[in-house]
């Protein structure tokens, strides 16, 4: 199985900060990565597919980048609707799998 | 735009059989993936299965030997059965549909099911 590894697990930015959250895959997953946000109580929603593709509706603050083994999620002026749980997955290889998370707070 | 709703029995008991169901409305089931996720809590989402719409299936090998993944379509559902199960195997239980394995760009997801496994 292809390991995803997230960090940091969890971090506490201010409004209108910059947050960047990584994802390493143990082995190239090439461009096939998607990022979510959880929030509390719901399911996960799909905010960047394809690393670098932002989902249909999400704010232009989102952005992901990345190929290979290495991405990342940015968010360019956090917001308080943004505090949520963060998750990366790949779709290269079968069984799919996902990061451990990582926890933003307000 | 299509509604995914699960249905499970709340609280399994250890080496028991788990079933849950998703019911589909406002779309067809005869197009895209079929997906089971859960999610142990506290912890990350893990990826399940799929069914195919055509019936072809994908688990992951933690638990391929336990599970199946059915879809009725007269129905309108899809199912997932997980035999012989663990407190392991307790979490939030969501079935989610879309054309990139269920999952990712363009999938609904289901608002979940809570599966206690407990005696």
Known sequence: DIQMTQSPSSLSASVGDRVTITCQASQSVRKYLNWYQQKIGEAPEVLVHGATNLETGVPSRFSGSGFGTDFTLTITSLQPEDAATYYCQQYDNFPLTFGGGTKVEI | ?119
């Open chain 2, 1 to 119: 735009q299509v509604h995914l709703q699960e249905s499970g029995p709340g609280l399994v008991k250890p080496s028991e059989t788990l079933y849950v169901s998703c019911t589909v409305s406002g779309g067809s089931i005869s197009r895209y993936y079929w997906s089971w996720i859960r999610q142990p809590p506290g912890k990350g989402p893990e990826w399940i299965g799929f069914v195919y719409y055509t019936g072809t299936t994908n688990y992951n090998p933690a638990v391929e030997d336990r599970v199946s993944i059915l879809i009725d379509a007269p129905k309108n559902q899809f199912s997932l059965r997980l035999a012989s199960v663990t407190h392991a195997d307790s979490a939030v239980y969501y079935c989610a549909t879309g054309p990139v394995f269920g999952v990712g760009s363009e999938a609904t997801w289901g608002q979940g099911t809570l599966v206690t496994v407990s005696s």
